[in-house]
């Protein structure tokens, strides 16, 4: 064979080969410019649940002193419905430019456990860019409840299975699944009444129609503070509960521990410049004195992260919430 019969296609090979190259190189450098002149413009913070809820109230908090770090304003842009879904959908669709964000809640890690099917990957499709703050759930009673303590609570449960009712915002909510988890630990079993969201677990709770509200510290810190509930117990870490005098249930079952999280996530190929940017002013913000100040009185815990430390979490939390669907027979959906 001729050596010429080969140069020809030798040469296309390192003809595609250089050109793609350069194009890489373009790519990359015009992905530099950008992240370099970002933001040019006020960017979109999508929030997958209605407007006056704890995670909008929080995300309206980040959101002025964010956009006056960065240069131009960010906007709360609420899109609610399927659980949060539609929010993250649209973010995950959006332009990899830092002009479309999503502030997002821990029930997307429950969503991901419940849900056979989703429109996008629950990690994969996420650039995590940092935990805003964090808080557990709280089982509280009304103040005349006759259970004093958790331990009231489980012993009564033993001798009567499945008497005992609590609420949670739904079927396959972090609610749910995490007193499913104190179930399996205590090894009772309470009646689960759902609600669809809203105020309706507070409502029947102080008619006396349920006997436990399982709930966010974030709703619970204001019934609380009015003397309209009484706190048996939390989810937090051992020795973290952030209501002093009552236990964390990991302080009876150890690694029973749930602690609900907002953040802020990026559509995957942001650039590393703008992911880096917007960690290091998420930072700064949640460490302002007035904004951590605020975060504790809606019951949480200012709580930044790195983008790896956030990813973790997520990935954890949807291990673990699959172990208890599947300890618990419980279907997907």
């Not at 005349?144 to 499945?162: N, W």
């Not at 009646?191 to 709770?205: A, C, R, S, Y």
């Not at 204001?222 to 117990?233: E, I, N, T, Y």
């Amino acid at each position: 064979m001729r050596h010429d019969s080969l140069v020809k296609p030798i040469r296309s090979r390192s003809l595609r080969s250089a050109l793609g190259l350069c194009l890489l190189a373009l790519s990359s450098w015009a992905w530099a410019q950008s992240a370099a002149d970002w933001p040019a413009k006020p960017i979109r913070l999508l929030l997958g649940y209605p407007p006056g809820g704890g995670s909008d109230i929080v995300a309206r908090l980040i959101a002025k002193p964010l956009g006056d770090r960065l240069g131009h304003s960010v906007v709360v842009d609420n899109k609610p419905g399927a659980g949060g879904n539609i929010a993250a959908e649209m973010m995950v669709r959006a332009a990899p430019d830092g002009y479309t964000l999503l502030f997002i809640p821990s029930g997307h890690a429950s969503s991901a456990a419940m849900r056979k099917q989703l429109p996008f990957h629950p990690v994969n499709d996420f650039y995590w860019i940092s935990t805003v703050t964090t808080y557990p759930l709280a089982l509280s009673v009304v103040p005349d409840s006759p259970f004093k303590s958790f331990q009231d609570l489980v012993q009564r449960a033993r001798a009567e299975p499945g008497k005992i009712s609590y609420s949670s915002v739904g079927v396959g909510t972090a609610m749910h699944l995490a007193t499913e988890w104190i179930e399996s630990e205590a090894n009772i079993q309470l009646n689960h009444i759902p609600f669809k969201g809203g105020v309706g677990p507070m409502t029947e709770l102080l008619a006396g129609r349920i006997d436990v509200m399982v709930d966010t510290m974030t709703l619970t810190a204001s019934l609380l503070k009015d003397q309209r509930v009484r706190v048996l117990a939390v989810t937090s870490p051992t020795g973290k509960s952030p209501v002093p005098g009552v236990p964390a249930v990991a302080d009876f079952y150890p690694g029973m521990v749930f602690e609900s999280w907002l953040g802020i996530a990026a559509p995957p190929g942001t650039p590393p410049a703008i992911v880096e940017r917007l960690n290091r002013e998420i930072r700064a913000v949640v460490e302002t004195p007035a904004i951590r100040q605020r975060l504790v009185e809606l019951g949480g815990q200012p709580q930044a992260s790195s983008p790896t430390e956030f990813r973790t979490r997520v990935e954890r939390d949807i291990s673990n919430l699959r172990k208890v669907m599947a300890e618990r027979k419980i279907d997907q959906e």
